[in-house]
């Protein structure tokens, strides 16, 4: 029989890490909001030619990480590996191309097969915003604009890195790309046979290699900054100038890319030295020939997708919320276990935070109120049951008072215990 363990690349998220999660995404989610971002999910699985006509056939994703599912319809299912493409493919096959601009926020598990790693799940989960409609360079400073904030609610930009490059238009990218192809035609025979198969496809996605000895060769390779255009570098010049404006730091790194025909001008990266080699925790860009790649009319966007996991892996146990301490209902005896239901479901009502003490003995539910770190102790007997009222003991002083059901909310809130309202 197998051991009974999550599958490799795949863990649970338990109560601590759960709460980080949950952190992250409502502190983005809250944010976006004041972006004017509504909140949309798709579904975990997708036709796999969402993903082959964006992300191409010969990608690492599409052609080695993409978990597929044998349909008993014999359709070709995939978990998604990514946000972007459903979001896209929501658009076009809900009929919302002719309301735009269409600004969306989305959280949620992505999935792919790759080694697992600090950092690295097949399992991951994501937060994400696209905007679609907008081509001018205002709608790539407010997005990242987003993203900056988030990471400010959070308390992490003073540990991360925003780098930023320009890919140009699709007159400087053709020009950089008969330049490429130029350089590394020289160096054919050295390349990964991954990259010697792009070379003629798409030989800007060589650029994403994960090929140690294809690196080496692009650190030799021009840049692709040397091939703009004066109207690409104009619109690369407003997004660095409102950046600055919203004070908003960042560096220029012109060997940041993006190997996909229909990316466009800005790209971006949030980097962290905290996590090793999978130092990237948000990345985004225009992607303005995305909407077309999919078969739908030639829309522009400019989004981010930032790693729940690794984000949360920065977040120190102090940053979260205090737990709130609950108020344990102790029935001196099993009989009076109901009543105690009862109390408890009334000041959950009221706002409280209520834990029951199951079973045992008056001195054996103490000790269980003091486990859960109860600041009062709400004990039920034969007397209180009757007179319908309740000892309210203080388990820091040890101070009580008896109290009648009615005055018990009012009373505990006057006192401003954590667990109140």
């Not at 990242?144 to 992490?156: P, V």
């Not at 035609?185 to 290699?209: E, G, M």
């Not at 730091?249 to 905290?274: M, Q, S």
């Not at 034969?382 to 005055?407: M, N």
């Amino acid at each position: 029989m197998a051991s009974l363990q999550p599958v490799r690349g795949m863990h649970d998220l338990l109560p601590l890490e759960f709460q980080k999660h949950s952190l992250i995404i409502e502190a983005a989610r809250q944010l976006a909001a004041t972006y004017g971002f509504a909140e949309m999910a798709t579904p975990l699985m997708e036709f796999k030619e969402v993903f082959k006509r964006t992300l191409g056939d010969v990608s690492d994703i599409v052609s080695k990480e993409m978990y597929e599912i044998a349909d008993r319809g014999g359709e070709d299912i995939v978990l998604r590996p990514e946000g972007t493409a459903g979001v896209a493919r929501a658009i076009i096959s809900e009929g919302l191309t002719q309301s735009m601009p269409l600004k969306f926020f989305y959280a949620g598990p992505m999935f792919r097969y790759e080694r697992p790693q600090k950092g690295r799940l097949r399992q991951l989960h994501q937060i994400g915003v696209e905007l679609f409609g907008v081509v001018d360079p205002l709608g790539d400073v407010e997005v990242i604009s987003l993203a900056f904030d988030t990471l400010k609610a959070l308390g992490l930009t003073h540990r991360v890195t925003l780098e930023i490059n320009t890919l140009g238009d699709d007159e400087s990218r053709k020009q950089y790309r008969n330049q490429l192809v130029t350089y590394l035609k020289d160096h054919h025979h050295k390349l990964s046979s991954d990259s010697q198969a792009r070379l003629d496809r798409n030989p800007l996605r060589i650029l994403d290699t994960k090929d140690e000895g294809d690196k080496k060769i692009l650190e030799g390779a021009p840049l692709l900054s040397e091939s703009l255009n004066p109207a690409s570098q104009e619109v690369f010049a407003k997004i660095q100038e409102g950046l600055t404006l919203l004070n908003i730091p960042f560096k220029v790194n012109p060997h940041l890319v993006r190997g996909l025909d229909y990316y466009c001008h800005i790209a971006f990266e949030v980097t962290t030295t905290d996590l090793g080699s999978q130092g990237t925790v948000l990345a985004g860009g225009r992607y303005d020939g995305l909407m077309a790649t999919m078969g739908g009319p030639s829309i522009p966007g400019v989004g981010w997708a930032g790693g729940i996991d690794r984000l949360a892996m920065m977040l120190h146990e102090d940053q979260l919320p205090a737990p709130k301490s609950p108020l344990a209902i102790i029935p001196m005896e099993e009989r009076f276990d109901f009543q105690g239901l009862e109390l408890a479901q009334r000041l959950r009502e009221q706002g409280f935070v209520v834990e029951m003490t199951y079973g045992g003995g008056l001195g054996k539910r103490l000790k269980k109120a003091n486990k859960m770190k109860a600041r009062y102790a709400l004990i039920l007997g034969e007397e209180e049951v009757a007179s319908h009222k309740v000892t309210c003991k203080d388990l820091e002083s040890g101070d009580q008072i008896q109290l009648a059901v009615d005055q018990l909310g009012a009373f505990l809130r006057d006192k401003k215990p954590e667990g109140g309202e």
